[in-house]
Each structure stands twice: as C-alpha cells, then as structure tokens.
C-alpha cells in the first residue's frame, strides 16, 4: 500500500529564507508527483507536475526534484514571502490507478 | 482560464438527510475525481469517473453514489447523512489521455455541514 510522508509537519522561517519541503513515498511505481498548496479552509492549487520520467521541475521560486528510485521529492523555495505561507501537500500517482495519494502536509508560517 | 466549478459551495443537511453536489470540470477534460477531506486530514479518494464511466473507487460509503453525465459534470450523491461526513469535498478534473501527465486541478470545493 503506497503511503506518502512530508517532513517537517509544520515550518516557521523568516521572511526571505530559502527552504526546502520533503515527502517521501513506499512504493516507487509511481506515474507522477504533484505539489499542491492549500490556503486555510480553502481548495488545493497545483503548483508543480513531475512526471516519473522527469527529475525536476521549476516554476518561479519553486523548483521539485523527484528521485523516484529512493521514493523522494522535494520542494525547494526560494526567498520565501509572507504570501507563501499555507500548507503544502505531496501527492502522487501509482501506475495502476490515476487517483492521487496525498501526504499530510507541510503548514509553511514565513514571518514578515 | 476556466477552473473546475462546483456548486453549492456550502451545504448544511441535518442527520439522514441527502445532499447532492455537483462538478463542472474544465473544458475538453473527461475524467473527474472526487476527494473527501475532513477537519485536519489531508483528502481522501472516494471515486472517479473517465468518458462517463466509473474508473476507480476508494473508500466511498454504499450510501454515496456518484455518476458523470453525457456533458462531464459530475454529481456526487450522499443519503442517510451522518455527522462524520461533515467535510470539505473537492472535484478535481484531468485530461484522461495522459498527455498532460494526468496533472489535477481541483475546484474550490463543498463544504458540508451535517447537524
């Protein structure tokens, strides 16, 4: 049974630091990975796709690595603003079913 | 660009009561996903449907029925409503091709309060 892990559980940094999000998976047969971020109460917005063929991928200030074979991803952050707090929830993909198995989340506070 | 739509966006239903939400995914999608996510947890899968036929299920009660009709919307269907269904439900659509690597994008999601 695929399980999805994200460490730290929760983050609270000073504005302008660079930070990394971790989530690891059991099972490395895994189509793809998405990041999410999810505002208090509200709905989840995609902010990063890597595809198992795919190492990373970059957006902004976001950057995703993806090391499928020892079932990692991380979020990388940089020069984080007060805008950025939320949390950040993993999910990914299994080959055999295209329904997204999510960790539990990262809640990110970055400190004016 | 048009998101994932999905009405009411808050629901209030006493005990054994049923409720009916509704999804509209983005346009030229054709699978949607309905996720449950209670107080604190992250969402859980309860069922999917691709081209308007169910492709997977998770842990969805018998009391929950869900369809996808001939235009793609969805409709999610709870009877007999309990007090620990009270939760945020989200749809989320994809392309069910694969050409976008079957990335999600999630509606703002119901809530629902059960009294």
């Known amino acids: 049974k695929q399980e999805v892990t994200q460490i730290p559980a929760a983050l609270s940094v000073p504005e302008g630091e660079n930070l990394v999000l971790n989530c690891s998976f059991t099972?490395?047969?895994?189509?793809?990975l998405q990041w999410f971020r999810q505002d208090p109460g509200k709905g989840l917005t995609s902010l990063l796709l890597?595809?198992?063929?795919?190492r990373e991928q970059t957006s902004g200030r976001l950057n995703a690595s993806l090391d499928k074979s020892s079932g990692r991803s991380t979020l990388y952050i940089a020069a984080s603003q007060p805008g950025d707090s939320a949390t950040y929830l993993c999910?990914?993909?299994?080959?055999?079913?295209?329904?997204?198995?999510f960790g539990s989340g990262t809640r990110l506070l970055v400190r004016p | 660009a048009a998101g994932v739509i999905q009405s009411p966006r808050h629901l209030i239903k006493e005990k054994r009561e049923t409720a009916t939400l509704k999804c509209y995914p983005i346009?030229?999608?054709?699978?949607v996903y309905w996720y449950q996510q209670g107080p604190g947890q992250d969402p859980q899968f309860l069922i999917s449907?691709?081209?308007?036929?169910?492709?997977d299920k998770g842990s969805i009660p018998d009391r929950f029925s869900a369809q996808q009709f001939s235009d793609y919307h969805s409709e999610l269907n709870m009877s007999s409503l309990e007090l620990g269904d009270s939760a945020l439900y989200f749809c989320?659509?994809?392309?069910?091709?694969?050409?976008?690597?079957?990335?999600?994008?999630f509606g703002p999601g119901t809530r629902l309060t059960v009294t």
């Open positions: 449907f691709y081209e308007k036929m169910q492709s």
């Open positions: 099972d490395s047969a895994i189509y793809n």
């Open positions: 346009p030229r999608h054709d699978t």
């Open positions: 989320a659509s994809s392309l069910g091709t694969g050409q976008a690597g079957y990335e999600q994008y």
């Open positions: 890597i595809q198992s063929s795919q």
């Open positions: 999910a990914v993909i299994r080959d055999s079913s295209y329904k997204l198995i």
